[in-house]
């Protein structure tokens, strides 16, 4: 009997890797280091899909690429648009797994919302993609890769039948499904790839990433890249935050707000607060005061995000007068207070709606 063959190895999908580590892995195939570069360039700033495409490259680099490595791509599966212009983007993976991109115009500002796992492990009570649990992680092809499809699209159909809507994607925020810091080395590479001069050169200051506050990542993350940190604390208190979202079991308030204290803020930034008010749960005027005595000394701001409803949890959208309430008390005591305003909740992009599992059979 023949012995059976190795498994052989899964070629390197380049889109994978920083310019530097594009470079490094160049060189070992012998190549000078600039080819790297030349690569990077073609995936990131030219969308190529082949290494055929690459026609400034020597043809024997070409031919030995295409046997030793691969360029991942995701693919739209199904774009929805919501009458408010937003567009939901059905993203299809290579293993046929989904997750959801948001593309959101607003003022002059077009945010491109994307995800980092596919589900979530956090669990938190009142998210549809908390219900998921967590599938896998994005590779950090799979996180970038959501922008080129955006770009794809914004180049294919620029205004989405929304003429006044015609512009390009000026911010990237990590708000999509999953938590960003529990898929920490994906999410750094895929925001190293995003901020390369040489490639989409998004600022760092345009990238905000969001997390429910997984604390020795913050301030990896603080010390790794200057982007701007959204922190999703939703209640003033342990005892309502406990009750809401199972990690502040291990990463308490003081713990997360000290973390946010010690979170090393440029010149003009801060920090945001993410807030989903809950009717009854924590969106009372004594939650407010309570939140505001929190926050004291800290440079930040709230974003309140009235609840959205979603099929998998049995919470109540608060009114907008006890929104306005809310967010009036917290100015009065001196917090920069911010209402989120819906997007897209007629196609179900609004946050925390993004989940694929309770999909109903018209949808898939
Ligand atoms: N896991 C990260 C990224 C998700 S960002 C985080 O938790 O920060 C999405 C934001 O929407 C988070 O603040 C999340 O708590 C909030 N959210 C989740 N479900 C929601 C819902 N049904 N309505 C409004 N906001 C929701």
Redesign the pocket.
Known sequence: MSEPSPPTAPRPDLRDLTREELRTFVATLGEPSFRGDQIFRWLWKRGARSFDAMTDLPPALRAKLATTAAIGSVEAARIDVSGDGTRKFLVRLSDLRDVESVLIPEGDRMTLCISSQVG?A?A?Q???TGTMGLLRNLTPSEIAGQVLLAHEELLARPHGGHPDRDRPITNLV??GM???LHNYDNVLASLRILTDEQGLGYPPRRITV???GLVPQMSALGEAIAVNL?V?L?APNDDVRGSIMPINRKWPMAALLAACREFPLGTRRRITF?Y?LLAGVNDQLAHAEELAHALEGLRCKVNL?P??E?AGAAFTRPTMVAVRAFEQRLMLLGVDTTVRTTRGRDIDAA???LALSNRGATRA
Do not use: D, K, R
């Open positions: 979530c956090l938190c009142f998210c549809a990590y708000m999953g938590e960003p969001s997390t429910v959204a999703s939703h993410e989903v995000i609840w959205n979603h946050c925390g709606q």
